[in-house]
């Protein structure tokens, strides 16, 4: 049974990654870099300050950094005890696939995946009753994570599960911080 999954995990990859076109590879190389997204995580930073008090949006910004410290490394602990070859790394199929990054570290989970997931989720709980369009922030990890695809460096089922872990990280330490650190601050609104 496994066999046939990761089979079929390959042959996913294989598809997908064939898919891409040269025109299209400066984009895809941009989106997956972390460092394109700083805006973006200022704009977290502007939004949990812009509505909620100093003392709150401060606590909400170190859950949020706490979530994505124990998902990198949840990350870095799994990929050592699983092993598994990028499909980069790959010999069996590195001819066949086009890459355009060459990391050497191991494949499963994607750190990408998860932490964007996990970073955009314990934002979207944290702002959708202030924000109704919040949601829309979901379009960050979807790009990030399909870009692992497009670069040669991750395989479906690496992608997958790393959004599992970082939702549940994510709707974990949301849970932490609405049990433990809610009752014991008094939000002051402004405006």
Known sequence: MLKRILDWD???????????????????STITDFTTWIPLFVLFLILLFYRSSKKEACLM???????????????????IYVARLRPNNDVEINTLIRIL???DNF???????????????VIVLFLRSKFRWV???YIW???F??????????????IMVGIVVGFLLAFLFHF?????IVPYIKPIRPG
Do not use: C
């Not at 910004?61 to 990929?79: D, E, G, P, S």
């Not at 932490?176 to 433990?180: D, E, G, N, P, V």
């Open 101 to 103: 990054k060459s990391p």
């Open 61 to 79: 910004a170190l859950v949020t950094l706490l979530v994505l410290a124990v998902t990198v490394l949840t990350m870095q602990i799994t990929k």
């Open 145 to 158: 994570a399909a870009s692992r695809i497009y670069v040669g460096v991750h395989y479906p089922i690496d």
């Open 176 to 180: 932490l911080y609405q049990r433990l």
């Open 135 to 137: 949601w829309l922030f």
């Open 141 to 143: 990890p979807l790009l």
């Open 10 to 28: 390959r042959e996913t990859f294989i598809y997908l990654n064939s898919l891409g076109i040269e025109r299209y590879d400066l984009f895809w």
């Open 107 to 121: 494949s499963f989970f994607s750190g990408h995946a998860a932490s964007s997931f996990a970073v955009t989720t």
